[in-house]
């Protein structure tokens, strides 16, 4: 672990009874940098999150957060971080400032100071006309805005953000992500979930988990364009929904996707690339309808899941 490293995990570990849920991860996050962790439902991310944040003991391996170690001294990682977990860690009946004064003491701030760190996040997250709202009543976006708000009150330079944009609408989407941006450029690591690909575009560095292992990383470029990531064929047919059942059924075919009025093809190489225009050719598709493109984040992470197959090794 060297000075910019905030976080350092080593083949850190979760099991529930005989079910491994996190297998041996290991990496690290820098300081500053925002670190997306990418993964299908259950694939351990949460998991992995709840070890770093000290809510969850590790079976093995180990893990420091700004220098502590997460299994020996879990209280220490938590008074100098903010978490914002995937679950809602609300209470209805309290309002939004309630929330913001509660969150301020539980980390030692009071007065003046505390006063002041209420009335910057409350602005700075645009919660002043729910002020006096209780959470209860607040639409999803609201709720979220208000649980980043305490995750943010005692300013950490850590920050892990468990599906934070979860139920958000696109304009509240973007606007959290504005505010993560520049939390990062003021020197804040991130570490942040999602299943939104497009958010997945704003992270320096991503990492792919499935089943419970790390199974790709890189920024989102070098993912993008790794060796072995395959060709990526855009089609524009009036025929698509048609040509997606029967490509799915070739077995040199990777991955097939719509994607808005397109179809999305990823082959492995050259050679397959030329089968599948003879392929489309035959079924009526012009060579002008079909261009060599670069991959999106969801057909790399499409093809990856389908090249990984079944989770192996789970079950011990
Ligand atoms: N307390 C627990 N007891 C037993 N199994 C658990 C527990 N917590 C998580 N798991 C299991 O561990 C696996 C990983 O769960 P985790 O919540 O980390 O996934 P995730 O990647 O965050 O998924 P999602 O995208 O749905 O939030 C899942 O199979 C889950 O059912
Ligand atoms: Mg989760």
Redesign the pocket.
């Known amino acids: 672990m060297n000075g910019s490293t905030t976080v350092c995990a080593e083949a850190l570990t979760?099991k529930?009874?005989d079910?491994v849920?996190?297998d041996a991860v290991s990496f690290e996050i820098h300081s500053g940098e925002i670190w997306g962790f990418l993964?299908?439902?259950?694939?351990?991310?949460?998991?992995?999150?709840?070890m770093l944040c000290g809510v969850?003991e590790p079976t093995s391996g180990r893990a420091q957060v700004l220098g502590y170690d997460v299994a020996r001294d879990p209280e220490a990682v938590k008074l100098r971080i903010g978490y914002m977990s995937?679950g809602s860690s609300l209470w209805n009946d309290l309002t939004v400032e309630e929330h913001l004064n509660f969150y301020a003491g539980l980390f030692g701030l009071y007065g003046a100071p505390a006063r002041a760190a209420v009335e910057e996040w409350i602005a700075r997250i645009g919660l002043g006309e729910r002020r006096t709202q209780v959470a209860g009543s607040l639409p999803g976006g609201f709720r979220k805005r208000l649980a980043l708000a305490c995750a943010l009150l005692h300013r950490p330079q850590m920050l892990f953000l468990?599906?934070p944009t979860a139920g958000v609408d696109p304009v509240s989407r973007r606007e959290f992500w504005d505010l993560i941006v520049s939390l990062a450029d003021e020197g804040v690591t991130v570490m942040v979930?999602t299943?939104y690909l497009d958010e997945a575009e704003h992270c320096h560095q991503l990492a792919f988990?499935y089943g419970?292992r790390i199974i790709a990383r890189g920024t989102p470029e070098a993912l993008k364009h790794a060796p072995g990531s395959g060709i990526t064929v855009e089609i524009v047919s009036k025929k698509n929904a048609l040509l997606l059942d029967a490509l799915e059924d070739l077995g040199y075919v990777r991955g097939a996707s719509l994607y808005g009025s397109a179809l999305h093809v990823t082959v492995k190489d050259d050679a397959d690339r030329q089968e599948l225009e003879r392929f489309l050719a035959g079924h009526g598709v012009e060579p002008t309808d079909c261009a060599t493109i670069t991959p999106s984040l969801e057909d790399i992470f499409s093809d990856l899941v389908k090249t990984a197959g079944a989770p192996e090794g789970v079950a011990t």
């Open positions: 979760r529930f009874g079910f849920a996190v993964g299908p439902n259950g694939s351990g991310k949460s998991t992995t999150m709840r969850l995937q468990d599906e979930t299943h988990i419970g």
